[in-house]
């Protein structure tokens, strides 16, 4: 029974324009949520967080927003550039232990 | 940097065999993890610790076991291999709020 769904398997945007990556979670003591970035062989790297107590956090060209109400959140990339291209995981835990990973977007942005 | 090391990129191992997975932390964190990643499955936990000898049974235990002697090191042991444990496994290790920093993964193929 997966906590944390990306629907979204793949994701095709050109350059410039805004990626929107979209999670949504079932468990609702989940507290905070990551979203990470994944390259072909290597691990997947930390992108941006949140916390539950927010509704929207940014750094840079990324913002996380949260709907706790509809145990939703996003990801906004604006500009998308072409190396953003990678596998985008939503992940979620309750105080930071045992996160929970949905399936990935594979995100594309064409020059 | 934390650097999260394990130790091999690539295994092929016979159905049957014991397979010994490492990994290890350089920044003393307490808490360790143990994932595979699977085409539309995303990231699944199989085990995780929160300090020497502990270890918790994450969604899918079946068919491993965990060591955790000395804080940088976490072992995923597969018991008798089969070929349904073909996947990349990752190793993430974190502490607090931190997020994770994950290896960059362990591509294992049982024949």
């Known amino acids: 029974d997966q906590q944390v769904k990306q629907n979204s398997p793949s994701l095709s945007v050109q350059e410039g324009r805004i990626s929107i990556l979209n999670c949504d979670y079932t468990?609702?003591?989940?507290?905070?949520f990551l979203w990470y970035k994944k390259y072909p062989a290597e691990g997947p790297t930390f992108l941006i967080s949140?916390?539950?107590?927010?509704d929207k956090n940014e750094d840079g060209r990324f913002t996380v927003f949260l709907n706790k109400s509809a145990k939703h959140l996003s990801l906004h990339i604006v500009p998308s550039q072409p190396g953003d291209s990678a596998v985008y995981f939503c992940?979620?835990?309750?105080?930071?232990?045992?996160?929970?990973f949905g399936a990935g977007t594979r995100l594309t942005v064409k020059p | 940097d934390v650097k999260v090391t394990q130790s091999s990129r690539y295994l092929v191992k016979r159905t049957g065999e014991k397979v010994f997975l490492e990994c290890v932390q350089d920044?003393?964190?307490?808490?360790m993890f143990w994932y595979r990643q699977d085409p539309g499955l995303g990231l699944r936990l199989i085990y995780f610790?929160?300090?020497?000898?502990?270890?918790e049974k994450g969604d899918i235990p079946e068919g491993y076991s965990v060591s955790r002697e000395k804080k940088e090191r976490f072992s995923l042991i597969l018991e008798s291999a089969s070929t349904n444990q073909t996947s990349m496994y990752l190793c993430?290790?974190?502490?607090?709020?931190?997020?994770?920093?994950f290896g960059s993964g362990t591509r294992l193929t049982v024949v």
């Open positions: 993430a290790s974190s502490t607090g709020h931190s997020g994770y920093t």
């Open positions: 468990n609702s003591m989940f507290d905070y």
């Open positions: 949140i916390s539950s107590i927010k």
């Open positions: 992940a979620a835990s309750k105080n930071n232990n045992d996160m929970r």
């Open positions: 920044m003393d964190h307490e808490n």
């Open positions: 610790s929160y300090d020497v000898k502990m270890k």
